[in-house]
């Protein structure tokens, strides 16, 4: 089973989300990746291999935001590579998207998403989630209510967590049979 950290606040989200992934590592997992909003616009990280790996690739190339998601994967849909490493967006790069667990009915989704014009990158069943999120955005819906849409759309079991940046106030979290803890502080 893979992780995911979130992290909204004040302070440069980086190293929480690092530790974070560092110590969800026990589970095990097969690639990782970060993504950071800042200054309008979200830019991402992802590495097939170890966190360490990832954060070598981070101090190379610095990232830095308030609020950010990360995310150690465990494939299974899709070979592990960097490509198809979490988090995934859609195409105008407004919504990122990170994701345990197994979307059961992603390919009947994809084919839909797919014949109205979404395009996608990798081999996962996760990448269906951005392009329904960016679909049910582009009607009208904030944040909350294009993930409650989404809901309605996917079978599995699962975690997520959904960050855009028309609503860079907000993270949208969703699970399904797997755990998801939620600490304020
Ligand atoms: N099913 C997703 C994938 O293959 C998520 C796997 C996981 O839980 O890490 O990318």
């Not at 190379?60 to 070979?79: L, Q, V, Y």
């Amino acid at each position: 089973m893979c992780g995911i950290v979130s992290y909204y606040g004040k302070k440069d989200s980086v190293p929480f989300l690092i530790n974070g992934l560092r110590r969800l590592e026990y589970r095990g997992y097969d690639s990782a990746g970060i993504a950071l909003m800042e200054d309008g616009s979200i830019k991402a990280v992802k590495k097939a291999g170890k966190v360490d790996e990832l954060d070598k690739k981070i101090k190379e190339f610095p990232i830095k935001g308030h609020i950010g998601i990360a995310h150690t994967r465990w494939a299974t849909h899709g070979e592990p590579n960097d490509i198809n490493a979490h988090p995934h967006q859609d195409k105008s790069g407004k919504i990122f998207l990170i994701h345990n667990g197994i979307i059961e009915n992603y390919s009947t989704l994809k084919e839909v998403l797919i014949r109205k014009g979404f395009q996608f990158k990798s081999q996962t069943d996760t990448e269906v989630l951005p392009h329904l999120f960016m679909k049910y955005i582009k009607l009208g819906n904030n944040l909350l209510q294009a993930g409650r849409l989404v809901l309605k759309d996917i079978r599995g079991a699962f975690a997520f967590v959904a960050m855009s940046l028309d609503f860079p106030d907000q993270l949208f979290v969703s699970r399904n049979s797997s755990p998801l803890a939620i600490g304020i502080g």
